[in-house]
């Protein structure tokens, strides 16, 4: 909504807005350009006309601001239709959708399109630091934007992607998440489905070979020309890694090799989404041997794996993940990257499938490659109690607050560790909070 809220701001629009526990990187851009934020979801905002109110899907009935909304004569609309409505339906869309990795492969097909003189305009739920903004509209007809399986809004049950009137459509992987409103993977499989549909027959339908649950998907019905990305020459573009953190890896096409990657990214999903940018890039007439030299430069994601500081040989990192698959993945990466140095990660379980305990049977699982793992462990969390149990036997450690967290971790990093704090929340910061703990 942030980056809709840009989008709108460029096109022309008075903007303003509502929300609460706003937190960077987003709110600094949003004052940086001047768009009013409101505090909290009471209906003082609707005290003028307003032209358009955009509704976001976190919005729900009983809300003051909505039941005002919806007493009154206010046109308004879910923020996927404004978006296709006023923006995408007159340009050539990139769409970057899956369970995992749809912020870092959008972010990074619009380097590779900027790198090449193309001046995409595009729509990411992260900050790239190659751009320092999360959106940007430009003249040029390519618009490269991050396609969430999310509903669209309280009154509209849709998926967002299946408004973005996509020309190129990347699926990165499909595995159950958002168990507030999809009740099973079969759920979140026919909402793909339908995305496939809006696909016209003269675009492109960019597929992960290695994931069953795509191809699936794909068995329903395909209407559009597909290209596959994997890692085996059963794809179409494929790649064969030379270095266990996957840093260093070889692209092929059609079992032919093109070029060989050297990037400071770690971790197999980080390659695949590589794949997934430089297939999709073709259909911009760029070529492998020059999306991979692009790519080489590109500079990640603010909280992808972000350095935030290292203090007394202890580094420090922000990382989105808050899937058990996603989290696991990461570990694996920079565990390969750092050897037999102690690797701390600690989890907040903040999504509302963490919170309601979906993934919890599967998180032990994927923090075992860490050295040491920590959970938070709210009151409000409804977990199990064999969940807990089952951590403990693994040696997972929890902490019930922010301060309790820090403490634990001054006493058990060791010099030379590397700590990662995942959260696709704000984390209260915690991550900036142990740095200045380490420099007292």
Not at 206 to 214: F, K, P, Q, R, T
Not at 271 to 298: E, P, W
Request: hydrophobic content about 40%; glycine content about 6%; charged content about 20%.
């Amino acid at each position: 909504m942030g980056g809709l809220a840009v989008l709108a701001r460029s096109l022309g629009f008075e903007v303003s807005g509502s929300d609460q526990n706003v937190y960077p990187p987003m709110s600094t851009q949003l004052h940086n350009l001047g768009i009013k934020m409101h505090q909290g979801y009471d209906d003082s905002i609707l005290c003028q006309r307003y032209d358009e109110v955009v509704v976001g899907n976190v919005m729900t009935r009983g809300m003051p601001v909505i039941e005002s909304l919806l007493a009154s004569t206010q046109h308004f609309s879910s923020g996927p239709q404004w978006l296709g409505d006023y923006l995408l339906r007159h340009k050539n869309v990139f769409a970057v959708a899956g369970t995992h990795g749809k912020t870092t492969t959008s972010s990074m097909l619009a380097w590779i399109l900027e790198d090449n003189n193309q001046n995409p305009g595009f729509l990411i739920g992260g900050v790239a630091q190659d751009f320092d903004v999360s959106a940007r509209l430009t003249d040029s007809d390519s618009f490269v934007i991050e396609a969430d399986e999310y509903d669209s809004a309280f009154f509209d049950k849709r998926s967002k992607f299946v408004h973005y009137h996509a020309n190129i459509a990347i699926l990165n992987n499909l595995e159950f998440d958002h168990a507030d409103i999809f009740e099973n993977l079969e759920a979140i499989k026919r909402q793909f489905h339908h995305f496939v549909r809006t696909i016209p027959n003269t675009g492109l339908l960019v597929v992960n070979n290695d994931d069953a649950n795509l191809k699936s998907v794909l068995a329903i019905g395909c209407w559009t020309p597909v290209i596959t990305f994997g890692s085996d020459d059963s794809a179409d573009i494929y790649a064969l890694a030379n270095s266990l953190d996957y840093s260093d890896f070889d692209v092929y096409y059609q079992s032919k090799k093109q070029y060989s990657m050297q990037w400071d990214l770690t971790g197999k999903h980080n390659m695949l989404n590589a794949l997934a940018a430089i297939a999709a890039a073709r259909q911009a007439d760029i070529s492998i041997a020059d999306s991979v030299k692009s790519l080489q430069s590109f500079q990640g994601i603010k909280r992808r794996m972000e350095l935030i500081g290292t203090v007394n040989n202890i580094t420090v990192y922000d990382d989105f993940a808050h899937h058990p698959t996603a989290i696991a993945t990461t570990i694996e990466g920079i565990k390969n990257k750092i050897g037999n140095k102690q690797l701390i990660v600690v989890v907040e379980p903040r999504s509302n499938s963490m919170r309601s305990g979906v993934h919890a049977q599967a998180l032990p699982a994927s923090l075992q490659q860490a050295d040491l793992a920590i959970v938070m462990n709210y009151p409000e969390l409804t977990w199990q109690k064999e969940v807990f149990n089952q951590m403990a036997t693994n040696g997972v450690k929890t902490a019930d607050s922010i301060e309790g967290l820090l403490s634990l971790l001054i006493k058990v990093a060791q010099a030379d560790s590397h700590v990662v704090f995942m959260s696709n929340g704000g984390f209260d910061d915690a991550p900036r909070r142990f740095i200045k703990h380490l420099q007292c």
